[in-house]
C-alpha cells in the first residue's frame, strides 16, 4: 500500500508541476495582456489628444469662415452700393442721349424746314441774280 500510496504521491506532485507550469503560462499571458492594456492606453490617450486637435482645428476653422462671411458681406454691400451709383448714371446717361436725340431731331427738323424755304425762294435755274 506505500507502493501505491508513493505511486499516487509521485502523480500528485507530476500533477502539481504540471499546474505550476501552467501557472507560470498563465502569468506569463498575464504580462502580455498587461502589456497590451498598457499599449491600448497609449492608443487611447494619442487618439484623445487628436481628436482634441481636431477639435481645436474644426473650431479655428468655423472661426475663420464667420469671419470670412462677414467680409464677404461687406463686400457685397459695397458693391450693391457701387452699382447702383453705375446703374443711377447709366440710367442718367441714357435720359440724356434721349434729350440729345430729341434736341437733334427738333433742331435738324427746323433746319430742314429753313433750307426747304430757302430753296423755294431761290430762283428757278434760267435766272441768275
Known sequence: MDRRLDAVDRRFDAMDRR????????DAMDRRFDAMDQRFDAVDHRLDSMDQRFDATDRKIDERFEESKRYFGVLVGRF?????????GHQSLERQLREFRAWTETAIGTLDQRVMRLESRRPREGSRR
Open 80 to 88: 450693391e452700393s457701387m452699382i447702383a451709383l453705375i446703374v443711377e
Open 19 to 26: 499546474f505550476d507550469a501552467m501557472d507560470q503560462r498563465f
